[in-house]
């Protein structure tokens, strides 16, 4: 199945688009960037040029991936999300050559308003509150909200509120998918089925 692009899309030379992505409404796809196969990008998305999004992900309405900005698969992009890629914006001083480089790793959730400040990474499976500021790397399963982001828990990758503390130790199985989480100190690994 190939892509599938509204008409009203732009979709610039030389942008690799895998099959069965659907790139909707008003959305631009620029010529350098690389879209995995699955993914949905809504309306009014813009992709910058070096830009790399894996499989399966999904963008909602009114996102920028701009420069610098890698998804892998299943990550899922909320509305009116923003990443930036210049830590300090002036218009009259010319930063490209500054560009800070974001990684958003498999499966993360960015809730919908939620603002990545260029420069960090957000952990496999994390999950990024509605309307949280992202200032610092999000640790694998971390949940994050507030301005600026805060840790405050842990989730599954099935999204379910993992209940066990911040640190220390402690075992949990996922009722939905069997998996096994295990806390060691500040860090929490999973074992998946």
């Avoid at 879209?35 to 813009?46: K, W, Y």
């Avoid at 920028?64 to 899922?76: C, I, K, N, P, T």
């Avoid at 990024?128 to 200032?135: H, K, L, N």
Wanted: charge should be positive; include cysteine; hydrophobic fraction near 40%.
């Amino acid at each position: 199945m190939n892509a599938i692009i509204h008409p009203t899309a732009v979709v610039d030379p030389g942008a690799a688009i895998g099959p069965g992505t659907r790139v909707w409404h008003f959305s631009h796809v620029c010529g350098g960037a690389v879209i995995g196969e699955r993914c949905s990008l809504g309306q009014g998305v813009f992709v910058g040029n070096r830009v790399r999004i894996g499989s399966n992900v999904k963008i909602q309405n009114n996102v920028s991936v701009y420069d610098g900005v890698m998804l892998e698969d299943d990550v899922f992009c909320g509305p009116s999300m923003v990443f930036t890629n210049v830590h300090n914006p002036r218009s009259a001083v010319v930063r490209k050559h500054e560009y800070r480089d974001t990684l958003v790793r498999r499966g993360a959730t960015l809730g919908a308003n939620c603002t990545i400040v260029c420069g960090t990474t957000i952990g496999e499976h994390a999950f990024v509150g509605a309307g949280a500021v992202v200032t610092h790397d999000v640790p694998p399963f971390a949940l994050v909200a507030g301005v600026p982001a805060r840790h405050f828990g842990w989730m599954s990758r099935h999204g379910e509120r993992i209940p066990l503390p911040l640190e220390g130790s402690g075992e949990w199985d996922c009722p939905h998918t069997g998996d096994r989480y295990v806390l060691a100190g500040r860090e929490l690994r999973a074992g998946f089925r």
